[in-house]
């Protein structure tokens, strides 16, 4: 890879050890990929998991020396102080918590901790190169924004904070961009949830290429595209997508494959939306608790579900999962205390895949989530997967 002076030097060592690492580990990258050279980022943010080889990294970086050069936001461990007022935390979960926090804080990032945080506090512009981890995230950035990133780990994504590049590759690349396969939903695209579904049996026909939709709703919500992201890539490594007519890239059929041909033609049907639903469903029957924030709700999903349950009362516990600011603005606004008048709850901070819902190992909730419902597995969670408005009405019956 050609190196600038100051790359060359943060390889040699001239600004730290951590920096130097750092630095090491994005040549062996940029070499894998056949990268020619560094760019500069101008944003980054960290997924990180709150386990320990995500801890042993960050801590390994702390200790040489390593301080963030473009401070990164970082992705949800849990709230301690709220989950300790309602369940038991074992001595070594806090400790792994509070561990996150002071290396994330000592190597420099902001304190985020949530999934979304394109939405609200690290918003790049079009063109923009960042370095993003978060399967959220990629293609929130890539495709609604036009902005540019990797599909990232933490590990890469904080080596970009501390030096301040990445190795030009991949999605950074114009040619890499460009559309793969055509995606003709014959399907009805009705609400946000419909979103969660199609980004989930797109990949059951394709996997690792970049989708082009056409024949879905011109005016789609944040949500449905955070949505659409989020199950793209959890279910086939799909980093970019795009809506003709809707993303920055698409604004024609011929734009969004750079005046190619598309490499493939798939459709989907209303019976691949039902075939994936059944498959990655739970079955009905009584339920223990509703869960929601698979990405964090933004004030909008926040919004309609304290309206749903405005005045009325639920037979099993809800939690909405979101980000510190969004729970600050549901509390001005009122719907917190909505919420919490029909026995719910807004949590900020925290990841459905952490060890802080134990007490819901075992059991069975509703969610609108495939994404929350794939990790959970592993947890022994199960969960019956419905659009928000028919989990509310569950939640407030006890069973579905
Ligand atoms: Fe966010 Fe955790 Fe789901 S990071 S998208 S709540 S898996």
């Given at each position: 890879m050609q190196l600038t002076e100051e790359e060359l030097g943060m390889l040699d060592g001239k600004y730290g050890k951590g920096t130097q690492i750092a630095m090491k580990i994005q040549v062996a990258l940029g070499d894998v990929f056949n990268a020619e050279r560094m760019v500069p980022v101008s944003r980054t943010h960290v997924a990180l998991s709150n386990q320990e080889a995500d801890l042993w990294f960050v801590e390994k970086m702390v200790n040489a020396g390593a301080k963030c050069r473009v401070s990164p936001t970082v992705n949800p461990g849990f709230n301690l102080e709220y989950f300790q007022c309602i369940t038991k935390i074992s001595k070594k979960d806090e400790e792994t918590i509070l561990r996150t926090r002071k290396a994330y804080k000592d190597v420099g990032a902001?304190?985020?901790?949530?999934?979304?945080?394109?939405?609200?506090?690290n918003v790049p512009r079009f063109g923009e190169i960042t370095a993003y981890s978060e399967s959220s995230a990629t293609p929130f950035i890539n495709s609604v924004y036009g902005a540019r990133t990797n599909r990232e780990s933490a590990q890469s994504a904080l080596c970009a904070a501390i030096t301040g590049r990445t190795p030009l590759y991949g999605f950074l690349l114009d040619e890499n961009r460009k559309g793969q396969v055509l995606v003709d939903v014959k399907a009805k695209i009705k609400d946000d949830f419909d979103y969660q579904l199609l980004g989930y049996a797109v990949p059951k026909k394709l996997k690792f290429k970049t989708p082009v939709f056409v024949?879905?709703?011109?005016?789609?919500?944040p949500a449905a595209l955070m949505n659409l992201g989020a199950q793209l890539n959890t279910a086939g490594n799909v980093p970019m997508y795009h809506i003709v007519g809707v993303?920055?890239?698409?604004?024609?059929v011929e734009d969004a494959f750079q005046g190619s041909d598309p490499e493939n033609v798939i459709t989907i049907t209303e019976e691949d939306l039902e075939k994936v639903h059944d498959e990655i469903t739970d079955p009905g029957g009584k339920i223990d608790f509703a869960l929601f924030g698979c990405p964090h709700f933004n004030i909008d999903q926040v919004a309609h579900v304290s309206h749903l349950v405005d005045q009325k009362q639920l037979k099993v516990k809800l939690f909405i999962m979101t980000s510190s600011l969004t729970k600050e603005l549901a509390h001005r606004m009122g719907y917190l205390d909505t919420l919490q008048a029909a026995g719910g709850d807004i949590v900020d901070d925290?990841?459905?895949?952490?060890?802080?819902?134990?007490?819901?190992?075992?059991k069975k909730g509703v969610t609108d989530s495939p994404k929350c419902a794939y990790y959970t597995k592993r947890r022994n969670m199960q969960f019956v997967i419905r659009n928000v408005d028919e989990c509310i009405e569950a939640a407030m019956r006890g069973e579905i």
């Open positions: 902001t304190l985020t901790f949530d999934c979304t945080p394109y939405l609200e506090k024949n879905v709703p011109t005016s789609p919500s993303t920055p890239e698409a604004r024609t925290t990841c459905m895949d952490q060890p802080c819902w134990e007490f819901l190992y075992g």
